[in-house]
């Protein structure tokens, strides 16, 4: 699957959107992701997940992850249907008074695992979900996004797959040409 297939299937979905918006890392941007468009469509969703996990079994060789764990609540689809094309269990981390936090399920000393994520732009509820795993002695196999909006620059110490690798214009608030327009800005949440 070549990246313009992949943002055409953004775009057909209105996943990939265009106007003044507040990140969850506090950035500001003209195009915003919202993933959750493209995943309400399973057979989109299968397609785009079956790709990452080509992508991830090229790039791990001996692959032994046993779970795809996610965060709440965007990558639960993409944790989901990562597993599912991999042929795994998975589990996800959730909120508790704004952190992510193991309340369901439970990671074994020494379980491999893969964390899947729908978008990432700084990196920090993967690296929350990735020290989850650490503390509970999991192994850290892969990290796998749809989109890195990082551009390539949100790096973990594991190996990291994505289907989109863009970076679009980000702005700290005070220099937001965006505001400074009087532009309305949209909080499409995480």
Same mark, same amino acid.
């Given at each position: 699957?070549?990246?313009?297939?992949?943002?055409?299937?953004?775009?057909?979905?209105?996943?990939?959107?265009?106007?003044?918006?507040?990140?969850?890392?506090?950035?500001?941007?003209?195009?915003?992701?919202?993933?959750?468009?493209?995943?309400?469509?399973?057979?989109?969703?299968?397609?785009?997940?079956?790709?990452?996990?080509?992508?991830?079994?090229?790039?791990?060789?001996?692959?032994?992850?046993?779970?795809?764990?996610?965060?709440?609540?965007? %990558?639960? !689809? =993409?944790? #989901?249907?990562?597993?599912?094309?991999?042929?795994?269990?998975? *589990?996800? $981390? @959730?909120?508790?008074? %704004?952190? !992510? =936090?193991? #309340?369901?399920?439970?990671?074994?000393?020494?379980?491999?695992? *893969?964390? $899947? @994520?729908?978008?990432?732009?700084?990196?920090?509820?993967?690296?929350?979900?990735?020290?989850?795993?650490?503390?509970?002695?999991?192994?850290?196999?892969?990290?796998?996004?749809?989109?890195?909006?990082?551009?390539?620059?949100?790096?973990?110490?594991?190996?990291?797959?994505?289907?989109?690798?863009?970076?679009?214009?980000?702005?700290?608030?005070?220099?937001?040409?965006?505001?400074?327009?009087?532009?309305?800005?949209?909080?499409?949440?995480?």
């Amino acid at each position: 699957m070549q990246e313009q297939e992949l943002l055409k299937a953004m775009e057909r979905t209105a996943a990939l959107l265009e106007g003044h918006f507040e990140l969850r890392s506090g950035l500001h941007s003209d195009r915003y992701f919202q993933c959750a468009n493209v995943l309400r469509y399973p057979r989109e969703s299968e397609a785009l997940c079956a790709e990452l996990a080509a992508r991830i079994r090229a790039g791990v060789p001996g692959l032994a992850a046993e779970t795809v764990i996610a965060p709440a609540m965007g %990558g639960i !689809l =993409v944790g #989901h249907e990562l597993a599912r094309a991999l042929n795994l269990k998975s *589990i996800f $981390a @959730e909120k508790q008074d %704004g952190k !992510l =936090v193991m #309340h369901r399920f439970k990671i074994k000393p020494g379980e491999r695992l *893969i964390v $899947a @994520e729908d978008v990432i732009t700084r990196g920090g509820r993967t690296q929350e979900t990735i020290d989850i795993v650490e503390a509970c002695g999991g192994k850290v196999e892969a990290v796998a996004v749809l989109v890195d909006r990082s551009g390539g620059k949100a790096s973990f110490k594991y190996p990291m797959f994505s289907l989109l690798r863009l970076e679009p214009k980000t702005w700290e608030p005070a220099q937001c040409p965006l505001c400074k327009q009087g532009l309305p800005m949209v909080h499409p949440g995480s």
